[in-house]
């Protein structure tokens, strides 16, 4: 069964303006993950987040670990057409991670 | 990171059929995996394909269905078996660098379809 959960499902937000999604899960977790797929094609990883480790950074992307409430969340800001695209959380234990049913991003222009 | 080739990119294939994926990595790796994307869904773990030894199976999904091997550290098959129009998905491989990181890569993906 799926670990993580996305909300929202889908956000339309204007160029220019912050995107944020929102990544729940259930059990206790080592990492989690989150990648971005383009309509149609591969998953690109964008960023790790540790158990230990509460934001990270990494270009226009945040993403934050609240492990007391099993939630992370991915903040892209300045939006661009080009982040027009879906995103997954996976969260890991042991080896394996597991995937949300992700957030559908689309950037108006 | 590690980078990933599948092959083939894509296949129509007849209902009853076999199709074999096959996915290089171009470093060893320690751990391997096989995704289904169904259409317009998230991604399901198949299985972690373990080299030298029989690939660990997630719920719902059996050997027979799906034969998996891994010959070597940068290497693995998966073959989906007497295919139906429900096998229709995308089949992603995927990688877990050795060492410590948790970072895991994918490949661009196998899209099926069966008719």
């Known amino acids: 069964s799926q670990q993580g959960e996305e909300d929202p499902q889908a956000l339309s937000i204007q160029e220019g303006e912050n995107a944020t999604m929102n990544c729940s899960y259930k059990?206790?977790?080592?990492?989690l993950q989150w990648y971005r797929q383009n309509s149609g094609r591969g998953l690109v990883h964008l960023i790790l987040?540790?158990?230990?480790?509460r934001e990270k950074h990494s270009g226009r992307l945040r993403v934050t670990l609240d492990t007391s409430k099993k939630s992370s969340s991915l903040l892209i800001t300045a939006s661009r057409a080009a982040d027009t695209a879906s995103y997954f959380c996976?969260?890991?234990?042991?080896?394996?991670?597991?995937f949300g049913k992700g957030t559908r991003l689309h950037i108006l222009p | 990171s590690a980078v990933i080739s599948q092959k083939p990119s894509r296949d129509i294939c007849q209902r009853g059929t076999s199709l074999t994926i096959q996915c290089q990595v171009d470093?060893?790796?320690?751990?391997m995996f096989w995704y289904r994307q169904q259409p317009g869904q998230s991604l399901t773990l198949i299985a972690t394909?373990?080299?030298?030894?029989?690939?660990?199976?997630e719920s719902g999904f059996v050997i027979d269905k799906f034969p998996i091997s891994r010959p070597n550290l940068t290497f693995s098959t998966l073959t989906v078996s007497n295919m139906s129009p429900e096998d229709s998905s995308i089949y992603l491989c995927?990688?877990?660098?050795?060492?410590?990181?948790?970072?895991?890569?994918f490949g661009p993906g196998t899209r099926l379809t069966v008719t």
């Open positions: 995927s990688a877990h660098e050795t060492g410590n990181s948790y970072e895991q890569y």
């Open positions: 059990t206790s977790i080592n990492n």
């Open positions: 394909a373990n080299q030298g030894s029989e690939a660990t199976y």
């Open positions: 996976a969260t890991g234990w042991g080896d394996k991670i597991i």
């Open positions: 987040i540790r158990s230990n480790e």
């Open positions: 470093s060893q790796v320690t751990m």
